[in-house]
């Protein structure tokens, strides 16, 4: 019988971390089913996933992350998951905090719940660079969502039946932690920010260097902008509350 829940796993060249994640959202969540999105990865990783019993996609080029994730929304939609968990596959997510985001969904009224590193002090060290980008991301999107946000890049997050309909569809290539914030308050959506804690890399490197991250939020600024643009995505009319299709 299939879950309710789906865990959707990006991964890039994430061999040394990609059991040990696994092995952790299996531990918090062992109803749920786990789709690890493999981003044409160079190392063993897509090996790895052929060896671990999940939901294996397999992209056949080196992609990007918004590709990545779109591709495991794609397949949420496609077999009518009720709701999707979006986890990092580097290991810096605590998998046993995913029923924290899953209970704030439940009961919380949103549509997508955000774990936030910066909601409350966790002890998480952030480069300086890094996080005055962050910040400064920060005030702007919660200037033009009109809510507060403190932790737009985290992609810790989970999503109702209605959320994956909008992601499978719309989902943003570039940039998608940040710029899907803009799309899901422009379609109607209800997003909401919870306080967890996050790991350094359990393993690899991040996409994402120290000296890169003020141009980094540059060019997320510039998208936002720009997808500001564009017409408000439309959400589905009616989409099943059971998260079943019929």
Known sequence: MK???LVIIPAFNEEASLEHVVTGVRSALPRADIAVVNDGSRDRTGTIVESLGVIGLQLPLHLGVGAA???GFRFASR????VVVRNDGDGQHNPSEIPLLLEALEGGGADVVIGSRYREPSGYVTPLLRRMGIRCLA???SLVCRQRFTDPTSGFR???RRAIEICSRFYPEDYPEPESLVLLIRAGLKVREIPVSMNPRYGGQSSIRTIDSVSYMARVLLAIFIGLLRAAPVPPSNPDPQGRRS
């Open 69 to 71: 994730e779109q591709t």
């Open 139 to 141: 005030a702007v999107l």
């Open 3 to 5: 879950a309710d829940v």
């Open 158 to 160: 989970a999503f109702n």
């Open 79 to 82: 077999f009518g998951y009720r």
